[in-house]
Structure formats: structure tokens, C-alpha cells
């Protein structure tokens, strides 16, 4: 199957919208506004993909059970998904497109789940791919990307 398939989809403001959507392309959903698209999307396509990406992935067990199969009679060919929602930014010193967008630890879960080490004994948990903790981060900078060093030249300004 190179399409996502979706039969009768009644989400919110959704009637029993069927569509199919190429793989592999780039989609753009439009529409009056009150037609459904944030249904479509959020409540149908990505509900049912988060829903396969915490089924795949071993998520959080209490979480995967509160999630519920959207509601419509047939929803073939999704992959896994991850949304980027928009949201209100806090930056910080330690702050990344990975953890401004949410991404971050969904990359952890996955990388500790299937990433591989050469490293004898070490069990694989989110906390090692980390850069805010000490377990993952650089040893070096202690995850902030930069290091602190003094320019004894700086400092005195005549050294006699």
C-alpha cells in the first residue's frame, strides 16, 4: 500500500469524510474554516498515528491506554507519527529545535529504544541521550555546547 486510506471518519466536525493520501508526498490540507481540518488532522491522522508510535515504541503504558482509536471505519497505511504543535517558546540557555518543538523527547524514546552501543554494560535509557542530565551530557561543557575557560591575558592588564 503506497496511500494512507481513511473510510468514514466522524471526528468532531467531521461527517463521514473518506479520503486517500499518497505516501511519500507533500500534503497540503485546505478549507473553509469550520470544515474540519484540524479534525482531520489532529483528531483522526495524528490520534492514530501517535496511537502506532507509542504502540511501536514501548511509550508509556498508562498513556498508550487512555489513547483511543479515532473515530471512523477504516484508517490503513499511517506511520507512526509525531506532531509539532505551535506553542509558547521558553528559551533557555540549553535550548534546541529538538526541545523548542517537542521533538527532543520523542528522539530519546526512540535512540534508547533502538540506537545502539559500544559501550559493555550500559543500559540504554532516555536519561543517556540526555544533554540536561548528567548521564547523557558532554562531559566537557555539561550539555550547554559551550566551554568556559579564563584568558589569563584578559584579566591582567600589565603583567609586570
Not at 494512507?4 to 471518519?9: G, L, Y
Not at 487512555?66 to 499511517?78: D, F, Q, Y
Not at 540506537?115 to 551530557?137: D, H, M, Q, V
Request: proline share 6%.
Amino acid at each position: 500500500m503506497r496511500e494512507i486510506v481513511i473510510e468514514k471518519a466522524s471526528e468532531n466536525n467531521l461527517r463521514d469524510v473518506s479520503l486517500r493520501i499518497p505516501h511519500y508526498s507533500l500534503v497540503a490540507v485546505t478549507g473553509v474554516s469550520g470544515s474540519g481540518k484540524t479534525s482531520l488532522v489532529y483528531d483522526v491522522l495524528f490520534a492514530e498515528g501517535r496511537r502506532l508510535f507509542y504502540e511501536n515504541f514501548g511509550g508509556n503504558r498508562l498513556a498508550q491506554a487512555s489513547m483511543a482509536r479515532p473515530k471512523a471505519a477504516l484508517i490503513e497505511g499511517l506511520f507512526p507519527v509525531v506532531a509539532v504543535n505551535q506553542n509558547n517558546i521558553v528559551r533557555s540557555p540549553r535550548s534546541t529545535v529538538g526541545t523548542l518543538t517537542g521533538l527532543y523527547d520523542y528522539l530519546r524514546l526512540l535512540f534508547a529504544r533502538l540506537g545502539e552501543t559500544t559501550a559493555p554494560g550500559i543500559y540504554k535509557t532516555r536519561s543517556l541521550f540526555s544533554f540536561n542530565l548528567p548521564e547523557g551530557w558532554c562531559p566537557a561543557c555539561k550539555g550547554l555546547g559551550v566551554e568556559d575557560h579564563i584568558d589569563p591575558t584578559l584579566l591582567i592588564k600589565d603583567p609586570s
